[in-house]
């Protein structure tokens, strides 16, 4: 894939706050992209620098090998869908749809409306298009505003939380359809939102933010797996975290962790790089395990206590206390036929692998 949009030393400034800090960000043709982080992290921002509806302080923004310096946000190849839709209630599903289309004089009617025909089978919305907007769920008005933004056939479609005010059941059935329409029209995607488990399904690259900083850019997998710092860490998914010594470095790094005694890890588990001395080690719940009666593991293993249950059908969540840690150990175990769910006050044993740990300076 080659780069379509190329950011360099982005900054912008209102007033004395510091709202997007040396951007330095490249995202190719056809790739679905997303900015992560909590509210106020300048994620939104970025995406309407993208856009053109922000100027930048510093720094050049490039669209398809173009500087976007003083092209306004109407001659940019972007379109926009907004968080509230924008979708307009007094017309028709058809009309909303066109409504980017009234302006173009090199298609007549006809085209006009087959090309809106078009868009709203695009998005399985197929004969709504006599349908007042007004009547339409959340999740069609949202498919609307896909359609009336992808009949211009822009280059970057950029989407603001678009899927937020969906519930739980109708944003994952969305999330699946943008992905498969994405992969469809073969456009560059750009997402904002602050949901961590919508950026690892959808995305081929996530670029998470705090306070104007891109913390850490890369794969769904390698940013779950391999997060270059505790922030980060802490925001993708959930973790343990424990203390940990250093003892020493080279291909292999040699650690003695809080709990758990002394391993040996590979250099890549420390993403960041690590030196000798004190550090943290991250754990995901998934990768412990709790050993029930009659099964056997070749892993390490370490004492325990069942701390706190919660169940949630398919998964209970354990807090398991081991000695000489201070915080409990979450730990997620699935649900299995014949597999009981332990009660508070259980003794039990914690399965663990020195290859999920993670080196955090």
């Given at each position: ?44 921002t ?24 003083g ?25 909303n749809?066109?409504?980017?289309l ?34 339409l769920?959340?999740g069609q008005?949202?498919r ?108 292999q ?15 890549e ?35 325990g ?43 039990t ?13």
């Amino acid at each position: 894939m080659t780069d379509l949009i190329s950011l360099t030393n982005v900054n912008k400034y209102y007033g004395d706050y510091h709202a997007l800090r040396n951007i330095d960000l490249t995202i190719k043709t056809g790739e679905f992209f997303s900015l992560l982080g909590p509210s106020g992290c300048g994620k939104t921002t970025l995406l309407r620098t993208i856009a053109g509806f922000e100027g930048v302080s510093e720094g050049v923004v490039m669209i398809g090998g173009k500087n976007m310096a003083g092209v306004p946000a109407n001659m940019r190849p972007t379109n926009m869908v907004f968080q509230s839709y924008a979708i307009f209630p007094h017309l028709t599903v058809a009309e909303n749809v066109a409504f980017g289309l009234r302006k173009n004089k090199q298609m007549d009617k006809l085209q006009k409306s087959e090309a809106v025909d078009q868009a709203l089978e695009m998005v399985g919305l197929k004969g709504f298009g006599d349908r007042q907007a007004h009547a339409l769920s959340g999740g069609q008005r949202q498919r609307v505003a896909l359609a009336r933004a992808l009949i211009l056939k822009p280059k970057v479609l950029l989407l603001d939380e678009p899927l937020s005010a969906l519930d739980k059941k109708m944003r994952e059935q969305m999330q699946v359809e943008l992905m498969r329409l994405q992969r469809h029209v073969g456009i560059t995607f750009i997402l904002v939102t602050h949901d961590q488990e919508e950026a690892l399904v959808m995305s081929d690259r996530i670029a998470v933010m705090f306070d104007g900083e891109i913390g850490q850019m890369d794969d769904p997998e390698t940013l779950y797996r391999r997060p270059n710092s505790r922030r980060v860490a802490e925001f993708i998914g959930k973790m343990n975290f424990l203390d940990a010594d250093v003892k020493s470095v080279s291909d292999q790094i040699t650690v003695d962790v809080a709990g758990l005694g002394t391993c040996t890890v590979n250099a890549e588990q420390a993403p960041s790089g690590i030196d000798t001395g004190k550090a943290a080690v991250g754990i995901r719940p998934e990768t412990l395990a709790i050993l029930f009666d009659g099964e056997k593991t070749e892993r390490e293993t370490i004492a325990g206590v069942v701390d706190e249950v919660v169940y949630y059908g398919d998964m209970t969540y354990y807090d398991v206390r081991i000695a000489g840690v201070d915080n409990t150990l979450n730990i997620a175990m699935k649900n299995l036929i014949g597999r009981p769910v332990l009660d508070v006050g259980a003794q039990t044993t914690v399965v663990w692998d020195a290859r999920s740990l993670v080196l955090l300076p």
